[in-house]
Nanobody, 115 residues
């Protein structure tokens, strides 16, 4: 059974930093991309950052220059380094692993940016 588990969320002051981690375990066939998404209550889940096995990464305009995504495809791990956090970054952050079997999502980790 595949499990995708995020960690690293919490409460941080504006201007602070956090690092999110995500690990996918179990039999995942042909991972080709991994990414981070975020969601507010009642809103659509939006892409924050994504990276592929070809080495390409993309970011939401709102996080460019502040967030950095990295991945370890050998063990299906993914990280998101978040610097200079803003109150509008408050959301539940979900990890997504794209594979030939389909997408796998984590349950999410809450980030609150507030003074």
């Amino acid at each position: 059974q595949v499990q995708v588990v995020e960690s690293g969320g919490g409460l941080v002051q504006p201007g602070g930093s956090l690092r999110l981690s995500c690990v996918g375990s179990g039999s995942i066939n042909g991972v080709y991309a991994m990414g981070w998404y975020r969601q507010l209550p009642g809103e659509q889940r939006e892409l924050v950052a994504e990276t592929t096995t070809s080495g390409r990464s993309k970011y939401a305009d709102s996080v460019k220059g502040r967030f950095t995504i990295s991945a370890g495809y050998a063990n299906n791990t993914i990280y998101l380094q978040m610097n200079n956090l803003k109150p509008e970054d408050t959301a539940v952050y979900h990890c997504k692993i794209e594979s030939l079997d389909g997408p796998y999502w984590g349950q999410g980790t809450q980030i609150i940016v507030s003074s």
